[in-house]
C-alpha cells in the first residue's frame, strides 16, 4: 500500500511543480532525467531501492503527462483566443440563471475544437430551456479560460475548461435525454426542489449548500455568507468528508455495520458524489471512504496516508491542471493536518486538563484538537489565496459542528418523509431549521468580534504568522513538560497579536489624518482617517473578482476601525457604488449621504437603500451645495450641476484636514468641471482625486491649472477602456502633478502632517 502512496505522491509533485514552478519547455527533459535515473536503479534490483525506483518513474510520468497536455490540449484551445465560430454540443449540466444572463457548460460534439468542453454565457433567458442531455447550436466568440481580469484564473481549468465562449446567435435546442449520465444531475434538481418546497425562506438556501453543494442562492444572503466566511465556518457547505462521513454514519447507524451495508454505502457515497457535481474535495472524501470501507472485506487494514495520495492522484491524472484548484489544496491540507497532527494535539491538549475532565471533555477537546490541526495546514493556503486567517475557527467548530451533522441527516430525512407525506417533511424542516438557525447564530456571533479573521495587508501581519509556526516548532522539539510545549506559544503568538492589532490600531489613529485609496481595481473607495473619525467616500469596482467592500472593510478593520461615520456616494454607477452593501454587513455605517434625483442607470438605489433600511443607516440627500463636519474632517458638498450623461452627473466635493485640501469629482466631466469653477473658486488644494479613473473626458487644464494641487490620484484597475488615457497622463505631467495609481503602486495611503 505505501508503494502506491510513493508513486501517487510524487506523481503529485511532479503535477503541481508543473502547474506553479517550472517553465513547460523544461518538463519533457526532466521527465527523461528522471526516467533514466530510475532505469539504472530498477535494473540494480535492489529491495531497499524500489521506492527511489517508484518515485523517480512516477515523477517522469508527472511532468510528461502535464507537458503532453499543455501542448496537445490547452495551447490548440487557447490559440482560438478572440474567433468567433459555429459550435455544436451536449449541454452537460443544468443552466445557471441570474437576472440578465445565463450559462451553460456543454461538451463540444464533432468538433475539431481542443479541450471537448466550455462554458458558454447568453444574454437574458437564452438558456432557460436547456437541460443535461439537449444538444446546442450557435455562433459564439470564445475566449481563453484561463484568464480573467487580465490575472491569471486557475477555476475553469481544473474542471477541464479550457474555453468560454458568449452566444452571437440565439442557442439553438434540440431537444435529447436526461439518460443515465445525467440521472445524479436530475436527482440533484429534484432534492433541490424538495428543499424549497419544505424548508422555509430563510434557511433553503443553506440547506441546499449544506446537502448539495449548491452555493448559489446561499451567495445572495450576503450578511450570512460574510458572518460565515469570517467565522471560518465556509467548510460546512463545501462538499467534503465531513459530509461523506455523516452519510456513512446515518446508514450504518440505520441498517448497521454489515458487508452488505458496506456495499450499499459505496455505491450512495458515489452516487453522492455525482449529485453534488463531483468536486475535488468531495472525490477525495469519497475515495477515503472507500478505502476504509473496502480494507475490512480483503482482510486488509486502512491506511489513510495511501487513499489521501490516491485520492490526488486519480484526481491529477484525470486533469493536471485540477492542481490550480483553491478548494482541492484546501481540501487535502486539511486532511493532512488532521492525519499528521489532530492526535497529537489531542493528546496533548488532554493533558493539560485532569484525568477526569479530559474524560468528560473529549468531545470539545477532539474537535478544537482537529481544528487547530486543519487551521496549521491550510493557514499558509489561506494567507496565499486570500490574505486572511480566521483566527476563531476553532471556537466555532466546537459550537457548531454538533448541529451540522443533524443538520445534514436531519435535511436529508425530512426530503424523504416529504416524499411519503408532504406535510410530515414540512414538519420534519421547520425542525431542522432551527438547528440552521442555531448555526447562523453561531457565524454571525463569532464573525462579530473584530479579530474573528486576521486580515493580512502588512508585513509586521506577515511576519507574525511566521512567528506562530516557528515558535509552533521550537517549543515541539523542545524537553519542556507537555502542558508547557502547548502553553507557552500559544500565549507568546496570542500576546504578540495583541501587540500587533494595537500597533495596527495606533497607527492609523493618528490626529493629523490619512487619506487612502484602496486598491478595488477599476473603481473607487477612498478612505479619509482622523483621530477616531472615518469616513468613505465611494465602494465599487467592476472588472475584478474581488468585492470593493470587502476590500475596504478588510482595510479599516485591519487598522482597528469599528464604524464608518459617514459613507458619501458621488453618484449610483457600479464601479462607485456596487460594494456598499458589503461595507455595512462588515462595518456599521452611521450616514449614508448621496446627491437627490440622480439617474440610477445601473438598478444600485434599491439594493443600497435596503441594506441601510436593515443595518439602521441614516440616509441623507445632497439637492445643493452644503457643508458637513465630522471631527477635524471638514466635506463641501456640490450638488450634481446636470452636466454630462447620466453616469457623469455627479456630487462633487471638497475634503480638508486641518490644512491639507482635496477634491474629488467622481466620473463629472470637463464640462461640469468648469462650471464648479465657475461657481466656487477653488485654489491652493493638495491633492487631486484624477476624474473618472484617467479617463480623457475629465481633469481639463482648466481645472488643473486652478486648483493649483501637486499630486494627483488615479483610482484605477484592469479595464478595455484604455483608462487612465496617455492624453490625461501626458496633462497631469505638463501640469507638475506627482501621479499615484492603484494599478500600480497597490493601495495609496497618505499620512497627513508628515
Not at 72 to 82: E, M, N, Q, V
Not at 234 to 263: C, D, E, N, W, Y
Not at 670 to 698: F, N, T, W
Request: net charge neutral; hydrophobic share 50%; with cysteine.
Amino acid at each position: 500500500m505505501r508503494k502506491l502512496a510513493i508513486a501517487c505522491f510524487s506523481f503529485s509533485a511532479a503535477i503541481f511543480l508543473a502547474c506553479y514552478l517550472l517553465p513547460a519547455g523544461i518538463l519533457p527533459w526532466l521527465a527523461a532525467g528522471f526516467a533514466l535515473c530510475g532505469l539504472p536503479l530498477l535494473l540494480s534490483g535492489q529491495r531497499w531501492l524500489r521506492g527511489f525506483v517508484i518515485s523517480a518513474f512516477a515523477l517522469a510520468f508527472g511532468f510528461l503527462l502535464f507537458f503532453l497536455r499543455a501542448q496537445f490540449t490547452l495551447r490548440p484551445a487557447l490559440s482560438l483566443d478572440g474567433e468567433t465560430i459555429d459550435i455544436r454540443g451536449e449541454v452537460c449540466a443544468y443552466p445557471q440563471i441570474f437576472e440578465d444572463y445565463a450559462r451553460v457548460e456543454i461538451r463540444l460534439d464533432g468538433s475539431d475544437l481542443p479541450g471537448g468542453k466550455i462554458v458558454l454565457y447568453a444574454d437574458g433567458d437564452a438558456l432557460s430551456t436547456f437541460s443535461p442531455g439537449d444538444m446546442l447550436c450557435c455562433s459564439a466568440r470564445l475566449k481563453r479560460a484561463d484568464e480573467r481580469y487580465g490575472e491569471r484564473y486557475d477555476s475553469y481549468l481544473a474542471r477541464g475548461v479550457y474555453l468560454t465562449g458568449n452566444a452571437k446567435s440565439a442557442p439553438e435546442r434540440i431537444p435529447g435525454k436526461i439518460g443515465l449520465r445525467y440521472f445524479p444531475l436530475w436527482l440533484q434538481k429534484q432534492i433541490a426542489s424538495q428543499v424549497e418546497r419544505l424548508f422555509p425562506a430563510d434557511t433553503a438556501a443553506f440547506m441546499k449548500s449544506l446537502m448539495l453543494g449548491d452555493k448559489q442562492d446561499l451567495y445572495q444572503d450576503q450578511s450570512l455568507y460574510l458572518a460565515m466566511n469570517r467565522a471560518g465556518f465556509l467548510h460546512i457547505v463545501a462538499v467534503s468528508g465531513m459530509h461523506i462521513a455523516f452519510l456513512v454514519g446515518l446508514l450504518q447507524l440505520l441498517l448497521g455495520k454489515t458487508r452488505s451495508t458496506s456495499l450499499l454505502c459505496l455505491g450512495l457515497v458515489w452516487l453522492f458524489v455525482c449529485i453534488t457535481g463531483a468536486p475535488a474535495s468531495a472525490v477525495r472524501a469519497a475515495v477515503m471512504q472507500s478505502f476504509l470501507l473496502i480494507a475490512p472485506m480483503v482482510n486488509r487494514e486502512n491506511d489513510p496516508l495511501t487513499s489521501l495520495s490516491a485520492a490526488l492522484g486519480m484526481i491529477l491524472l484525470a486533469n493536471p491542471y485540477a492542481a490550480g484548484s483553491v478548494g482541492l489544496q484546501l481540501s487535502f491540507s486539511a486532511m493532512a493536518g488532521i492525519l499528521f497532527l489532530s492526535e497529537r494535539l489531542n493528546n496533548g491538549l488532554s493533558v493539560l486538563l485532569p484525568e477526569h475532565w479530559a474524560e468528560r471533555l473529549r468531545g470539545p477537546i477532539s474537535t478544537t484538537a482537529s481544528s487547530l490541526a486543519v487551521l496549521a495546514f491550510s493557514a499558509p493556503l489561506m494567507v496565499l489565496h486570500f490574505r486572511a486567517i480566521s483566527l476563531l475557527s476553532p471556537v466555532t467548530n466546537i459550537l457548531g459542528l454538533w448541529a451540522v451533522s443533524l443538520c445534514f441527516s436531519g435535511g436529508y430525512l425530512s426530503c424523504l418523509l416529504g416524499v411519503i407525506f408532504q406535510p410530515l417533511g414540512i414538519a420534519a424542516a421547520w425542525l431542522v431549521s432551527w438547528l440552521a438557525r442555531y448555526l447562523f447564530l453561531v457565524a454571525r456571533g463569532v464573525s462579530s468580534f473584530s479579530f474573528a479573521m486576521l486580515y493580512l495587508r502588512s508585513l509586521p501581519s506577515y511576519l507574525w504568522v511566521l512567528l506562530v509556526y516557528s515558535l509552533a516548532l521550537l517549543f515541539a522539539f523542545s524537553r519542556l513538560k507537555t502542558w508547557l510545549r502547548f502553553f507557552l506559544p500559544a500565549l507568546l503568538s496570542i500576546g504578540m497579536l495583541a501587540l500587533l492589532l494595537l500597533a495596527a490600531r495606533l497607527h492609523y489613529d493618528r490626529p493629523s489624518g490619512i487619506i487612502a485609496a484602496v486598491d478595488v481595481g477599476q473603481g473607487q473607495s477612498l478612505v479619509l482617517l482622523q483621530g477616531e473619525e472615518t469616513l468613505v467616500i465611494d465602494c465599487g469596482s467592476i472588472y475584478t473578482l474581488d468585492n470593493a467592500g470587502e476590500r475596504t472593510g478588510s482595510y479599516l478593520i485591519s487598522g482597528g476601525r469599528k464604524q464608518v461615520d459617514a459613507l458619501l456616494l458621488t453618484h449610483l454607477h457600479a464601479d462607485h457604488c456596487n460594494g456598499v452593501t458589503m461595507l455595512m454587513d462588515m462595518l456599521p455605517v452611521r450616514q449614508l449621504i448621496l446627491p437627490a434625483d440622480v439617474d440610477d442607470e445601473d438598478g444600485m438605489l434599491e439594493e443600497i437603500l435596503e441594506a441601510a433600511a436593515r443595518h439602521g443607516t441614516a440616509v441623507h440627500y445632497v439637492s445643493q451645495e452644503e457643508e458637513r463636519n465630522f471631527g477635524s474632517i471638514r466635506v463641501r458638498l456640490f450638488a450634481p450641476s446636470g452636466q454630462g450623461e447620466a453616469n457623469e452627473r455627479c456630487m462633487m466635493m471638497l475634503c480638508s484636514i486641518n490644512s491639507f485640501d482635496m477634491l474629488v469629482t467622481g466620473d463629472a466631466p470637463k464640462e461640469a468641471e468648469k462650471d464648479l469653477l465657475a461657481r466656487y473658486p477653488l485654489r491652493d488644494l493638495e491633492l487631486l482625486i484624477v476624474g473618472h479613473h484617467g479617463s480623457r473626458y475629465s481633469s481639463s487644464g482648466e481645472l488643473l491649472g486652478s486648483i493649483g494641487a501637486d499630486t494627483a490620484l488615479i483610482s484605477v484597475g484592469y479595464n478595455t477602456y484604455g483608462h487612465p488615457t496617455y492624453e490625461t497622463l501626458e496633462r497631469l505631467s505638463a501640469y507638475g502633478y506627482r501621479i499615484y495609481r492603484t494599478d500600480i503602486n497597490g493601495t495609496v495611503e497618505i499620512f497627513l502632517g508628515n
